[in-house]
């Protein structure tokens, strides 16, 4: 092996490897947020976990029984001192994407935000909704 071959290829490795961080912190947020999609009696809720971001930093949009939640923010932060200034700049987004059944009522899909949970309700259709069991009488 040649001189400093070696410290070459440790040095792409290190550079070459994914180290995004599984948490949000003041400094960077977590790529793919948690979800829980719920199935009740008469409709689906998913619940987004993003603690740090508030209602205005989502973005929901619906195309042909796509839904898309996605955000983006950028933090700055800016210190002056008599000798230096220093400036931090952070960039987080994510973007995820949920094929719709076809029994739900689209133009009725609300959204809510509390304690850093993203919750979008989703209606399904009158025909989807499973009735309760009942006897039927023989004539």
Not at 111 to 123: E, F, N, V
């Amino acid at each position: 092996m040649l001189p400093g071959l070696r410290n070459k290829s440790l040095f792409n490795e290190f550079f070459n490897h994914n180290y995004a961080p599984a948490y949000y912190d003041n400094s960077c947020y977590y790529n793919t947020p948690a979800v829980n999609i719920v199935e009740e009696k008469d409709s689906f809720k998913i619940e987004v976990a993003a603690p740090g971001l508030n209602k205005n930093d989502f973005h929901i949009e619906l195309d042909n029984f796509v839904l898309t939640v996605s955000s983006i923010k950028e933090e700055k932060k800016e210190e002056n001192n008599n000798k230096f200034t220093t400036r931090e700049f952070n960039y987080a987004s994510f973007n995820r994407s949920f094929t719709l059944p076809r029994t739900v009522k689209t133009d009725k899909i609300n959204a809510s935000h509390k304690d850093g949970i993203l919750i979008i309700t989703i209606p399904k259709k009158e025909e989807a909704i499973e009735k309760p069991m009942r006897k039927i009488a023989i004539s």
